[in-house]
C-alpha cells in the first residue's frame, strides 16, 4: 500500500468515502486541478470524478477556484481535520442529549454489564488482551503458572513503557519495571483452600479482570471495562501487596503474634462476633464546680 493509499485510508475511517478520500489527498499540496487532471492523478473514474469534487465542495474539503475549466484546490489538513473535530464534537453533543430523553431523571440505578467465561484458555488469552491494550500501568496478582501464561505481553508492555504492580505467589516468572512482591505470609502452611487459585488483571485504571478456581481447575471469571469495577479489584490487590510488604519487614513478631503464616487471623473476626458485646459505660455525672 502506497502512502498516498494509507493517508485515504486513515480518512475512511473518519467517514469519507473511498472515493472522496482518495480525491482530497490527490489535491492535498498541488495547484489547483481539473477534473479531468485528477482523474489522471488519482485514478478515479472520469464519470466519478465530478460527483466526488462536488461532495468534498459541499463538505468544506476542497475549494472550485474558477470555470471554464472549472479547477479544485483542496483547503489545508488542519483546517480540515479541525472542522472535523467540531463536527465529531457537535454530533456527540446531540446524540448525548437525546439519548438522556430516554433515561428517567429520577432513575439511580443503571444496569452494568460484566462478561464472563469459565475455562482457563479463554481466561488467559482475554488477560493477554488486556495487557496488549495497557500503556500506562498494570496490576497483576496470581500464581505463578497463571503469571507465566501472560509472559509475553507483560514484557512487550513493559518495553512501550507500562509500569507494574505484581503481587505472586510463587517465584516470579519475569522482572517488570515498578514492584514485584512475592506472597510469603502462607509459604510453608498448609491450609485447605491452598489449591484454590485466582488472576486479577488491571489496566490503566479502566480494564479489569477477576478469575477464581476454587477447586484449583473450575474457573469462573468475570472482566469489564469500567473504572469502578476495575477500582475495585485493583484496590484488593493493593491491600494484599500491603499486608505481604508488611509480612516482609515484621514477620517475626507477626508471626509470634498470630501463628505460622498468620492463620490466627482469619479466626479474630469469628471470635469477635461470638463474644457479647459490653455495655457502654453511663456517662458520669458532673459534679458543681468540679471540672475534670
Known amino acids: 500500500m502506497s502512502t498516498a493509499d494509507e493517508t485515504a485510508a486513515r480518512l475512511v475511517e473518519l467517514g469519507f468515502s473511498q472515493y472522496d478520500a482518495r480525491a482530497y489527498v490527490g489535491l492535498l499540496g498541488r495547484e489547483p486541478l481539473t477534473g479531468y487532471a485528477l482523474s489522471n492523478v488519482t485514478g478515479i473514474p472520469q464519470p466519478k470524478v465530478y460527483e466526488t469534487l462536488r461532495r468534498l465542495t459541499s463538505r468544506g474539503a476542497v475549494v472550485k477556484t474558477g470555470d471554464s475549466p472549472a479547477r479544485f484546490v483542496a483547503v489545508a489538513a488542519d483546517q480540515l481535520l479541525g472542522h472535523l473535530e467540531t463536527d465529531f ?49 498494570v496490576y497483576l ?84 471495562n469500567d473504572p469502578l469495577f476495575a477500582a475495585l479489584v485493583k484496590g484488593y490487590v493493593r491491600h494484599d501487596m500491603y499486608v505481604q510488604q508488611i509480612y516482609t519487614d515484621l514477620s517475626e513478631p507477626l508471626n509470634e503474634q498470630y501463628g505460622p503464616g498468620l492463620a490466627g487471623l482469619t479466626g479474630i473476626s469469628e471470635e469477635r462476633s461470638s463474644t457479647p458485646a459490653k455495655p457502654a459505660a453511663r456517662p458520669r455525672k458532673s459534679t458543681p464546680g468540679r471540672t475534670a
Not at 469459565?118 to 488467559?124: G, K
Not at 488469552?125 to 495497557?134: N, Q, S, Y
Open 141 to 224: 496478582s496470581g500464581r505463578a503458572e497463571e503469571l507465566e501464561a501472560l509472559g509475553d505481553e507483560a514484557l512487550a508492555a513493559a518495553e512501550r513503557g507500562v509500569t507494574f504492580d505484581v503481587l505472586c505467589f510463587g517465584t516470579p516468572p519475569f522482572e517488570l519495571p515498578g514492584r514485584t512482591l512475592r506472597h510469603a505470609s502462607t509459604e510453608g502452611v498448609v491450609y485447605r483452600h491452598h489449591q484454590a487459585r485466582h488472576l486479577a488483571v488491571v489496566a490503566d485504571g479502566a480494564a479489569a479482570l477477576w478469575a477464581l478456581a476454587p477447586g484449583g481447575k473450575d474457573w469462573d471469571c468475570v472482566w469489564v
Open 89 to 137: 464534537r457537535r454530533r456527540v453533543s446531540d446524540a448525548r442529549y437525546e439519548l438522556n430523553r430516554f433515561v428517567a431523571e429520577d432513575r439511580t440505578e443503571q444496569i452494568r454489564p460484566l462478561r464472563s467465561m469459565n475455562d482457563r484458555a479463554s481466561i488467559v488469552a482475554r488477560a493477554r488482551t488486556i495487557l496488549a491494550d495497557a500503556e500506562r500501568h
